[in-house]
């Protein structure tokens, strides 16, 4: 299985809080009019500007775990090692918001058009992650179309870079997924162009089998930390799941 | 200032001119002194980043207009800083902020941009006699480039006379003490901060 998906900007528009949030403004502090207005224009440049698209392909674990041990720079003990092995289904995937952001955001920054620049990075970064996250809902309903996923089952996510997976992860899964089709290219530095693109690969499989401990040494140093709510998420679903059944 | 309107920052830096107060005390009293409390008042959270930056067009606006009385002397300023995203990383955006920041604090900020090689850092600080190189990495693959320019530096005998300062997502003080960088700025108003610092040690 494997798709190259076209989404709409209104799928990934960040939300106003996000945005804020990303440019260090407090969930409870009213912004400026000036910031009101800062928000609009860069919401207008942010649909003038994204091009988001993605695209998914199936895998093996066998073929997965080729592209997994990379070039042997992962950590040791990584959650994805543990996880994949138990997966019903792997997708690698790839997706961006497109290189025309990017430039404009440099232009910006050079016509000392600072805030704009700034807060346009923002939505492009948030914008990235949305687009995955389209593609991950649409290969949702995809499988549960063809009734390979049940609600027991649920659908995460990991990138090379990120949970002890090395960025050169990226060249395997470069060579296998080829998210060149849809203009996103790998750099030496295993860094993508366009810069806002996310990869990696989508695991679905039982919702328990996500679930871990953030106590590896690489923990230490995250700071996002975002693999909690999403755990917290998938299993905050199968305990709704599993009371409907019990009623 | 303070409320990012720079056409009005425009009309009193015209008025000023005008009124034939001298170019420098414009810019240091006010254009510099506005920034330095648009960075006291961010520091102390009572406005955010889009607020400094909207301020920091508008002291742009300022700086424009006073530009043509330097021409001869060139621009004040508190110091050069080169600064560049090192070798292998093209995120810049922090990079960014920190020099749109060093720049409203007075600094002449020489900005070599994103994938820089150690070797361009250290030519660049030589050639324009600048005291200070700061670093962005904002990957943890390319943050050993930083001990590359340290270590550049001192088989130059450098040290000491250029100053180096790091910073980045996976950047930490504690990563700064061990490959031997001068400072490390957590944040874009921290790194103004050190950077000051730097230079009066200089």
Not at chain 1, 76 to 91: C, H, M, Q, S, V
Not at chain 1, 203 to 220: H, T
Not at chain 2, 13 to 37: D, F, H, W, Y
Not at chain 2, 49 to 72: C, Q, R, W
């Amino acid at each position: 299985m494997r798709e190259i998906i076209q989404i709409s900007i209104e799928d990934v528009k960040p939300a106003r809080d996000d945005v804020l949030k990303a440019q260090g403004v407090p969930f409870d502090n009213e912004p400026s009019e000036k910031v009101q207005t800062l928000l609009k224009r860069t919401m207008d440049l942010f649909i003038e500007f994204s091009q988001p698209v993605g695209m998914f392909s199936e895998i093996s674990i066998p073929e997965f775990e080729i592209i997994y041990r990379g070039e042997g720079l992962n950590e040791k003990n990584t959650p994805l090692d543990e996880i994949y092995r138990k997966a019903d289904g792997l997708f690698l995937f790839a997706v961006t918001i497109g290189q025309n952001v990017s430039e404009k955001i440099a232009g910006l920054f050079k016509t000392n058009e600072f805030a704009l620049g700034s807060m346009l990075d923002s939505f492009a970064s948030l914008g990235a992650d949305k687009v995955a996250d389209s593609v991950e809902i649409h290969l949702f309903n995809l499988l549960s179309k063809k009734g390979k996923i049940s609600p027991s089952k649920g659908i995460s996510r990991y990138s090379p870079g990120y949970c002890g997976w090395h960025m050169s992860g990226q060249r395997r899964l470069f060579e296998f997924l080829h998210p060149e089709e849809i203009g996103i290219s790998l750099l030496d530095s295993f860094l993508m162009k366009p810069l806002k693109s996310v990869s990696g690969v989508m695991v679905v499989g039982g919702k328990q089998i996500f679930d871990f401990e953030d106590s590896y040494p690489f923990c230490r140093q995250c700071e996002t930390r975002t693999c909690r709510d999403r755990i917290e998420t998938l299993l905050r679903e199968s305990r709704t799941n599993n009371k409907k059944g019990a009623v | 200032m303070q409320k990012g309107d720079d056409k009005n920052v425009s009309t009193f830096t015209r008025q000023a001119i005008e009124e034939k107060i001298p170019p420098k005390e414009i810019l240091e009293s006010g254009l510099i002194g506005g920034m330095n409390v648009v960075g006291e008042k961010f520091k102390a959270h009572e406005i955010f980043l889009p607020d400094v930056l909207l301020a920091a067009k508008a002291m742009s606006a300022g700086m424009s207009l006073l530009e043509p009385f330097f021409i001869k002397g060139g621009m004040p300023t508190m110091g050069k800083v080169v600064i560049g995203t090192v070798q292998g990383d093209l995120h810049d955006i922090g990079k960014n902020l920190v020099s749109v920041m060093l720049t409203g604090a007075g600094f002449e900020v020489i900005d070599l941009g994103t994938n820089v090689p150690p070797e361009r850092f250290i030519e660049i600080a030589k050639k324009e006699n600048a005291p200070v190189i700061g670093m962005s990495a904002l990957l943890t693959t390319t943050m050993p480039v930083m001990r590359s320019v340290v270590e550049l530096l001192k088989q130059e005998g450098l040290s000491g006379r250029i100053k180096i300062i790091i910073g980045g997502a996976p950047v930490s003080e504690e990563f700064a003490q061990q490959i031997g960088a001068d400072a490390y700025g957590y944040d874009s108003t921290n790194a103004v901060e050190s950077v000051k610092k730097l230079i009066e040690k200089a």
